[in-house]
């Protein structure tokens, strides 16, 4: 038989259940703050996401559907198509028959970039000469000098040159100049349009 100085079970076990209570609940306490702390994370996780801001899409560049080089030419392998002006000398040179010649010229210029002479009347077909990058090379077209009065082509080795007269004759006389556009067309599908006048005659 236990001594009376110890208290019975019974009493001894509601003398500690408080202190049993106080130590599950201190035990629990931090899993629970735990627990909240994760919800709250991943509860603020979509408010996060939400505001950030979604990258720039970069500009894709536009691909130009042919090459272009400069000074107008437009298409074939992009280099360009430069015709130069004829001095004196090189039509000198040129060895051009005909009654009659016809020449183009580009505004205020020193000189012809196309000319040519043709017989009146004639089927023997103009003869004439540009000046390409440097180099003269010979053209022709249809039609003798008559031909060359109605918007003429020209015919080289890898070329045609298109004469268009796009107005009236801005001056009076025997061989007025009229204003008109001269296409270059290379063999590779390059073309270039200068702008400048048509005059024929004597």
Known sequence: MLPSC???PRALARALAPMFAVVVLAACAPEADGASNATGAETAAPDIEAGTAAPDTPAVA???DAPQAAAGTVGGDGSPITLDVLTAQ???GAGLEGELACSFSEHDASGPLLHAMGAVASDAPALGVVKVAGYIEPIR???GFDGMTRNPVFTGQGKTIRIVETGA???GGESPPRPATLTYLRADGASR???GQWQCGP
């Open 6 to 8: 110890f208290p019975a």
């Open 62 to 64: 536009s691909t130009p």
């Open 90 to 92: 090189e039509l000198g």
């Open 141 to 143: 077209a249809p039609g």
């Open 169 to 171: 004759a801005t001056a």
């Open 193 to 195: 349009t200068f702008d």
